[in-house]
T-cell receptor
Framework: GENVEQHPSTLSVQEGDSAVIKCTYSDSASNYFPWYKQELGKGPQLIIDIRSNVGEKKDQRIAVTLNKTAKHFSLHITETQPEDSAVYFCAASYPGANNLFFGTGTRLTVIP | EAQVTQNPRYLITVTGKKLTVTCSQNMNHEYMSWYRQDPGLGLRQIYYSMNVEVTDKGDVPEGYKVSRKEKRNFPLILESPSPNQTSLYFC???????????FGPGTRLTVT
């Protein structure tokens, strides 16, 4: 099965700075890599995802990069704002998998 | 509004007292899943269902049961809860397995 590792477990940044969260995966067949944001008291919500046929995807201040050779992918948040404070989960999945394999989460705190 | 609902949101119970956490979705999703979230361990899948009357074990199924008699509902049953089942539980649904999942708001369970 797939194993996803996520770092760091906690991250504090000043408002306006960038934040980067990194994940590695073990199964070279994995081809789908979503990122979820979990705000306090809520369930995780998909914020961006990338498939293995592209190396980078952007959506306003959020971007995800994928390095298939090294089997790692990263979430980049630019110009961070206090509302970006949350727990972020990466995940991976391969064709035929019955579920997403989640990382252990990163608690991001944006300091005003 | 498209959503996944869970009830109850909070539950404190005693060891051995059977309980059910309900989950319902209004998006006509085939795939539904239960996760538990524990500090440092991320989201771990308990059970999943590909469609009505089709269920299977996830990574941590011990001590749990599920049923899928209707497409919209996927209850989680703890027949004899134990303190190690104290956790935050999430139900999720999606059109396809292992793809964009919509999570419920969570149920915080405490077993004393």
């Amino acid at each position: 099965g797939e194993n996803v590792e996520q770092h760091p477990s906690t991250l504090s940044v000043q408002e306006g700075d960038s934040a980067v969260i990194k994940c590695t995966y073990s199964d070279s067949a994995s081809n789908y890599f979503p990122w979820y944001k979990q705000e306090l008291g809520k369930g995780p919500q998909l914020i961006i995802d990338i498939r293995s046929n592209v190396g980078e995807k952007k959506d306003q201040r959020i971007a995800v990069t994928l390095n298939k050779t090294a089997k790692h992918f990263s979430l980049h948040i630019t110009e961070t704002q206090p509302e970006d404070s949350a727990v972020y989960f990466c995940a991976a999945s391969y064709p035929g998998a019955n579920n997403l394999f989640f990382g252990t989460g990163t608690r991001l705190t944006v300091i005003p | 509004e498209a959503q996944v609902t869970q009830n109850p949101r909070y539950l404190i119970t005693v060891t051995g007292k059977k309980l059910t956490v309900t989950c319902s979705q209004n998006m006509n999703h085939e795939y539904m899943s239960w996760y538990r979230q524990d500090p440092g361990l991320g989201l771990r899948q308990i059970y999943y269902s590909m469609n009505v009357e089709v269920t299977d074990k996830g990574d941590v199924p011990e001590g749990y049961k599920v049923s899928r008699k209707e497409k919209r509902n996927f209850p989680l049953i703890l027949e004899s809860p134990s303190p190690n089942q104290t956790s935050l539980y999430f139900c999720a649904s999606s059109f396809g397995r292992a793809r964009e999942q919509y999570f419920g708001p969570g149920t915080r369970l405490t077993v004393t």
